[in-house]
């Protein structure tokens, strides 16, 4: 047994306190690390720069402590038990570390928690002590860890199996407000940290039919006897990890519903599709998972070309999710298809990046993204996505409706529960064969391991929905949807927001009419042609200009002001809008709605 015990003399120095205690520590010296980083999150955090005042005794002697490099130690040969002592700074309002104040406290085990290896995994106590100000006399304890001798939602004493169940079981602390509701039979929560209005009813009911969704998706019985949704509400902000039993979520306030509210609206759409998201994790890495993550070695990065599947696949089914249990209808689901499509299109470094290396190099590359990434890489996420939605109408359209993705991941699925661990690189590709009864893997490698572009255009219309190409209507324009009205004809190849004093440009286009002429991320533009403008006027001026045209613009770079002559180019058509047409009615809604 190690048996650890976080608390906080003082929760708004932001400091958690924390103590382990190690029954039998190594003969030899007892080995201690922390993680580096965190599962489904992958970029190296080194959350040992948080820890302090580490010291360790045994039998009431201090013992000496070694540091081997950022996030390992050594102990000194001791009979035990050892115990361990140290502060851990929390100040990252994420979803991926920790946070404390003396509004609501937070944590990933991976951030705060030393492990003892070497001990054969034994199992894990932790005691959840409530911090010491009077202020702090009414919080709760919200987690999935089960309870061993804490009362429901109280602080006291919580188990886990091992480190790795310990560490993968997020606690929240403080007055949220807890949802409940069942999903086949299995217990949830809804708990919400933060300043909100909603309607606790229709989430309650929302979230049972994505749930409920998921889980006969797989096939009952779910994996867990208990599930929990950690919600921090902020006011603007967005972000999800998942976890065995549970996920970590922020949200803006403006994306819960409201009472009185009947439709979906866009931001309660983002909303539910984050919460399916992370929810579909619960199968799809959290236990089907590719074979370099059994286990995971959290002291370094560990490489995979597969984070395309387990990422992109979830991103598909998650907005998929929510038309076939009903909550949006078949155009709404279209738009987010079309938006998908879209942020890919506008994207250079698809050309570039196939979504294996996207997903080899995401340690240095998709989460380290600077203001070149859109020319540079494409997102796993997005792409994997849309190469989910083509294997999908590929399978559909080989087999004549019998076979698609929906089998692919039942399999999977199967495949683990038979005891099966870990996907090797092309083993889903294997599967898809299978179900095809074909041999598809040209158009797979394709589509995986190549820049090309996809064939989704020519897929789609085997369901019956047409694609249209389009410029960007302003800067506001996802795409998805139609719009009314004159497009621009021409393009300054940037991407622009309200600035300081100006139009600051937080991305230019490689090869764009921006960056020929000199321009770069960070610049704001004063004027153009000695008028000053702010970025409604600048795409009003677009809106009349023509492709050819000549401006000299004005801007700072830094505290310098710099003349520059661009020539405008022509507006790309990569916004995209679908459109369901009279044709392949039948295939359409069983792919839509999962027959």
């Not at 302090?52 to 039998?59: I, M, S, V």
């Not at 902000?237 to 922020?250: D, F, K, N, P, Q």
Request: glycine residues 8%; aromatic residues 8%.
């Amino acid at each position: 047994m190690i048996r650890y015990q976080i608390t906080s003399a003082d929760p708004a120095s932001h400091y958690f306190d924390v103590r382990v205690e190690i029954d039998a520590p190594e003969p030899s010296g007892q080995a201690l690390r922390l993680p580096n980083w965190i599962p489904g999150s992958y970029k190296i955090r080194d959350f040992a720069r948080n820890l302090l005042d580490l010291r360790a005794e045994c039998g009431g002697e201090a013992v000496a402590l070694e540091q081997l490099d950022k996030s390992n130690w050594r102990a000194a040969p001791c009979a035990g038990p050892l115990e361990l002592a140290y502060k851990v700074y929390a100040k990252d309002l994420s979803v991926r570390s920790a946070h404390l104040d003396n509004t609501h406290g937070y944590f990933n085990g991976s951030s705060v928690f030393v492990e003892a290896p070497g001990l054969d995994d034994p199992a894990c106590e932790l005691v959840i002590e409530r911090p010491a100000p009077d202020y702090c006399a009414d919080w709760r304890v919200a987690t999935a860890l089960p309870r061993a001798g804490a009362e429901p939602f109280g602080f006291g004493a919580y188990r886990a199996a091992d480190y790795a169940a310990l560490i993968d079981h997020p606690v929240e602390m403080g007055t949220f407000t807890r949802i409940p509701f069942e999903a086949c039979g299995v217990p949830h929560d809804i708990i919400l940290t933060g300043r909100f209005d909603c309607d606790a009813e229709r989430l309650a009911t929302d979230l049972t039919k994505i749930c409920e969704h998921h889980i006969r998706f797989f096939g009952e019985p779910a994996p867990m006897d208990y599930y929990q949704f950690q919600v921090l509400v902020v006011g603007d902000g967005y972000g999800g990890l998942e976890h065995r039993a549970s996920t970590s979520l922020i949200a803006s306030r403006k994306s819960l519903p409201q009472a009185g509210e009947t439709r979906v609206g866009d931001d309660y759409r983002n909303f539910l599709g984050l919460c399916s998201h992370e929810y579909f994790h619960t199968w799809n890495v959290k236990r089907i998972k590719p074979d370099v993550f059994e286990p995971y070695d959290l002291q370094r990065e560990v490489y995979t070309p597969l984070l395309w599947a387990f990422e992109g696949i979830t991103s598909y089914y998650d907005e998929l999710a929510l038309v076939r249990a009903g909550l949006i209808d078949d155009d709404s689901y279209l738009e987010l298809l079309g938006q998908t499509m879209t942020r890919v299109s506008r994207g250079r470094g698809r050309l570039r990046q196939s979504v294996a290396e996207s997903s080899f190099n995401a340690w240095t590359r998709f989460y380290q993204q600077d203001e070149n990434a859109a020319n540079a890489i494409v997102s796993y996420y997005a792409k994997g996505a849309l190469i989910a939605a083509c294997v999908d109408l590929k399978l559909r359209a080989e087999s004549e409706g019998e076979s698609s993705l929906d089998g692919v991941m039942r399999r999977l699925w199967q495949d683990y529960r038979r005891g099966e661990r870990g996907v090797a690189p092309r083993q889903i590709q294997a599967l898809v064969n299978e179900l095809a009864g074909v041999d598809l893997s040209p158009l797979l490698d394709a589509w995986i391991d190549g820049t090309d572009e996809l064939p989704l255009p020519e897929l789609l219309q085997t369901v019956g929905v047409e694609v249209d190409a389009r410029a960007a209507a302003n800067s506001q324009d996802k795409g998805g949807k139609p719009v009314d009205g004159e497009l621009p004809t021409a393009t300054l190849g940037a991407m622009l927001k309200d600035g300081d004093c100006g139009v600051a440009i937080q991305r230019v286009d490689e090869g764009g009419a921006a960056q020929t002429a000199g321009l770069a991320a960070g610049d704001e533009i004063l004027a153009v042609d000695g008028l000053r403008l702010e970025l409604a006027q600048l795409e009003q001026r677009l809106l009349r200009a023509r492709v050819g045209d000549r401006w000299q613009v004005h801007a700072f770079r830094r505290d310098e002001l710099h003349v520059f002559e661009v020539e405008l180019q022509p507006a790309p058509a990569t916004t995209i809008v679908l459109r369901a047409t009279d044709d392949n009615s039948d295939a359409r809604r069983a792919w839509l709605h999962g027959a």
